[in-house]
């Protein structure tokens, strides 16, 4: 499993934000996984040097409910992707950057980037929208 650390002041102004990443591998992606080793199946380790040379980690995510409590970082998926993942990183940038190199290795395809916001901001983001949308002129 990847190196896990804790991506300090995420959702409070810090150095950190969270990423929904989504992806889907490509048909020649799916056979190369399935005819390789165990080891190299794990995709976790395969990007996690890439994840911190831009800054970012994957965080810990815990489910109190869950046994054992600690979950993977990385997730298979029935839908319109295979994957999904959460990832910190330092800046928008940072998290482009990432969607860049994954995408250019041609393995994936469908690849999607979601900026999450903590709850606070979204509570700080809905009291600005309240204070602020009489400035908005519907058209009806």
């Known amino acids: 499993m990847a ?6 002041g995420m959702g409070d102004g810090g150095t950190q934000s969270l990423y929904l990443i989504q992806y889907s591998y490509t048909a020649k992606a799916w056979d190369a996984l ?22 970012g980690c994957f965080p810990v995510i815990t ?5 054992p409590p600690k979950m993977r970082e990385k997730f298979g998926s029935f839908g319109d992707h295979d994957v999904v993942t959460l990832i910190a990183f330092p800046s928008d940038e940072a998290a482009a950057a990432f969607a860049m190199a994954i995408s250019a290795g041609g ?5 999607k980037t979601t900026k999450l916001l903590s709850w606070d901001q979204m509570m700080d983001a809905m009291q600005l929208a309240a204070q602020s949308r009489q400035q908005y002129t519907t058209l009806d």
């Open 3 to 8: 190196r896990q650390r804790t991506a300090k």
């Open 34 to 55: 399935l005819k390789g080793k165990p080891a190299a199946r794990d995709r976790v380790k395969a990007v996690d040097k890439l994840v911190q040379a831009l800054g």
């Open 63 to 67: 489910v109190p409910c869950a046994e």
């Open 107 to 111: 393995a994936v395809s469908a690849f």
